[in-house]
C-alpha cells in the first residue's frame, strides 16, 4: 500500500476535553494534516470524560492509581471507538495495556515545574514568606516544595490550568505550582514567576512529552506519525518511562526522574528520587550511560532508589491508600 493510499483515511483523535488537552490535540491534528492532508487524511476529534475529569473534589492521590486522565481514552481505543489517543505522557503509566502501544513521539516541551505568585509579587519559591499558602495537586511538587521551603502550607487544589490560576486572584492560596509546558501551550507563559531549576526541583517522569497511543495492531496508522517523531525526546522519554514502570508508583508516591543527553547526543544521563511527603528525605540515584542503552539505564536508577528507601515509601503510601 502507497503512502497515499494509507493516508486517504478519516481518523477519530481521542482527546478529554480540557482546554490544555484541545490545544494538544489540535497540534497533533494540525501536524498530521500538514504531513498528509494533501493525500487526503482527515481527523475527527471525540471529546471523552476520564475518572480524573469527573472527580474533583478530592487530591489525585486520594481518588485511585496513574492513569486517572488515560484510562476511558483506552478504553475507547480498545473498544474501536477511537483511532488514537493523545496523552501528556507524565499521566500515563510506565506499562501499556495490552493491546496498545505508543507512536513517534514528538518533540519534548519544557519540562520545569513553574511557580506562580501574584502578578508584580518580588518572591520566588525559596522566599515565599513562613505560612504561605501553596497550592498543587502533586504530591511531588508539594514535598520538593517543603525541602527548599519548610514554613510553607501545601494546599491541595484541583482543575484545569486556568482553574488553578485563579486560585491566586480568589485568595485562597498566595502561590500555585504547574508544568511550565501547559502554561506555555496555553499561551500563559508570561504569568509563570519563577521555573525551577531541574536541578533542584526535579519534574515527573515525562513532563512536557505529549504521547500518542493507539491499538498495536493498527501499524499503518502508527507509520502516519512517523513524520511527528522527534529522536531525542524519544530517547529520554524510554528512561523516564522505564524509570517508572520499575518504580510501579503513581500519582500516589512523590516521584521523579529527568533525564538528559549529552551535547553530542550519543550519551544520556538519568537522575531519579523518591521524596518524602513531608520533604524531610530524599531517596535518590542517576546514572548515565549510551543512548542506546536508555531504558535500562532508567530501570537502574529505579532500582537503586528503591533500595536506597524508595520502596518503604511506596510501601506505605500503597497501605494508607488502600
Not at 495537586?137 to 482553574?163: D, Q, Y
Not at 496555553?186 to 513532563?207: H, N, S, V, Y
Request: glycine fraction near 12%; include cysteine.
Amino acid at each position: 500500500m502507497t503512502s497515499t493510499e494509507l493516508a486517504a483515511r478519516k481518523l477519530r483523535l481521542g482527546t478529554r476535553g480540557s482546554a490544555l488537552a484541545l490545544w494538544q490535540a489540535n497540534m497533533i491534528r494540525d501536524r498530521l494534516l500538514a504531513a498528509w492532508g494533501a493525500q487526503g487524511l482527515e481527523v475527527e476529534l471525540v471529546r471523552v470524560v476520564t475518572k480524573g475529569d469527573r472527580v474533583t473534589d478530592r487530591p489525585l492521590n486520594q481518588v485511585g492509581g496513574m492513569g486517572l486522565f488515560v484510562k476511558g481514552l483506552e478504553d475507547k481505543l480498545l473498544a474501536g471507538e477511537i483511532d488514537f489517543a493523545v496523552h501528556s505522557m507524565k499521566d500515563m503509566p510506565g506499562t501499556l495495556p495490552e493491546g496498545l502501544t505508543l507512536a513517534s513521539t514528538p518533540e519534548r516541551a519544557d519540562p520545569r515545574d513553574a511557580f506562580l505568585a501574584a502578578p508584580g509579587r518580588d518572591v520566588t519559591l525559596a522566599t515565599l514568606p513562613a505560612g504561605s499558602r501553596l497550592g498543587t495537586s502533586s504530591l511531588r511538587r508539594g514535598a520538593l516544595a517543603k525541602r527548599i521551603n519548610p514554613g510553607l502550607e501545601i494546599v491541595p487544589i484541583r482543575g484545569n490550568v486556568p482553574t488553578r490560576m485563579g486560585k491566586i486572584a480568589e485568595g485562597e492560596v498566595d502561590a500555585v505550582l504547574l508544568a511550565a509546558a501547559g502554561l506555555d501551550r496555553l499561551g500563559k507563559g508570561e504569568a509563570i514567576t519563577e521555573r525551577l531549576d531541574p536541578d533542584a526541583f526535579m519534574p515527573a517522569a515525562c513532563q512536557g512529552v505529549l504521547a500518542i497511543e493507539l491499538r498495536a495492531a493498527d501499524t499503518d496508522i502508527a507509520a502516519l506519525f512517523e513524520p511527528l517523531g522527534h529522536g531525542p525526546t524519544s530517547i529520554v522519554a524510554a528512561a523516564e518511562r522505564s524509570y517508572l514502570a520499575t518504580l510501579q508508583g503513581g500519582c500516589q508516591v512523590p516521584l521523579a526522574c529527568h533525564a538528559r543527553l549529552s551535547e553530542d547526543g550519543r550519551r544520556v544521563r538519568v537522575e531519579g528520587l523518591v521524596v518524602e511527603p513531608d520533604g524531610s528525605t530524599v531517596y535518590a540515584s542517576e546514572a548515565e550511560g549510551p543512548v542506546a542503552d536508555a531504558a535500562q539505564l532508567g530501570a537502574g536508577v529505579a532500582r537503586e532508589v528503591l533500595a536506597a528507601g524508595g520502596q518503604g515509601v511506596i510501601d506505605r503510601l500503597g497501605a494508607a491508600g488502600s
